[in-house]
Structures are given as C-alpha cells and as structure tokens.
C-alpha cells in the first residue's frame, strides 16, 4: 500500500531533488504543503518536517476523470518528504492500490499502474 525509502540526505535536499525530478518525468508540482511549518504556525509542538507535494500528468489525469468523475478526489498523486528521528524518507501511498480500492475498470489500472511506476521513479530518483 505504501512505498517508503529512506535517504541519506537532508530534508531540504531530498524536497529539492524530489520536485526536480517530478519535472523530469514529466509531471507538475502542482502545490507542496509544508504540512510540519503549518502545525507549528498553529503552535502545535511538532518536531518532525514533513512536505506533500501534490504532482500530476495531465494526460493521465485526463484518462481517470474521463472514466469516472468522482475519481477527482483521488487526485492529484501525493508524494511525501518527510523526517522521522533523525532520517529522511520520501514516500507515497501506491496509486494502483488506492485505484483498485475505489475501481474495477481495468483501463484505469493499466493507468495507475504507469503513474505508480513514474512517481515512484521520481522518488528513487531524488533519494
């Protein structure tokens, strides 16, 4: 259900390479919530960091929502950099997995199937 690695380098790091490599592979970045600033600035003591971004390929996106609208709440994919301890990880929740779980359409999982193949690309790249 989750693909998680660990990486030896810093948290602001990992966040620049990640986005980089979002764009390499053809997605877009299209927001990155810094969910451990936000905690904080809400005075909740929150010692980890921990960055979402929400990246999407437009075309793939497309495809989903042509088949089903109510896919919409599924989207974009979202890819997590965050620290745990003293470790970095960079993770996301498998969207064939997700797919199969709110899908039977064998289109669209041919469809997850690509995007889980990139996203997880981007994150072994950055890693």
Do not use: W
């Not at 490599?21 to 929150?46: M, P, Q, Y």
């Not at 890819?79 to 997700?98: R, W």
């Not at 990139?118 to 790249?125: A, C, H, L, Q």
């Amino acid at each position: 259900m989750y693909y998680i690695a660990e990486s030896a380098k810093s948290f602001e790091q990992a966040s620049t390479d990640l986005d980089a490599a979002v764009k390499r592979n053809g997605f877009g970045v299209l927001h990155v919530h810094d969910l451990g600033g936000t905690l904080r600035s809400k005075g909740v003591d929150f010692k980890e960091q921990c960055r979402v971004f929400e990246v999407c390929n437009p075309q793939q996106a497309a495809k989903v929502l042509a088949s089903d609208m109510r896919l919409n709440m599924a989207l974009p994919c979202r890819i997590s950099v965050f620290t745990e301890g003293n470790k970095t990880f960079l993770g996301l929740i498998k969207p064939a997995d997700m797919l199969a779980s709110l899908s039977q359409d064998a289109a669209l999982a041919e469809v997850a199937a690509q995007v889980e193949g990139s996203t997880i690309k981007m994150i072994d790249e950055a890693k």
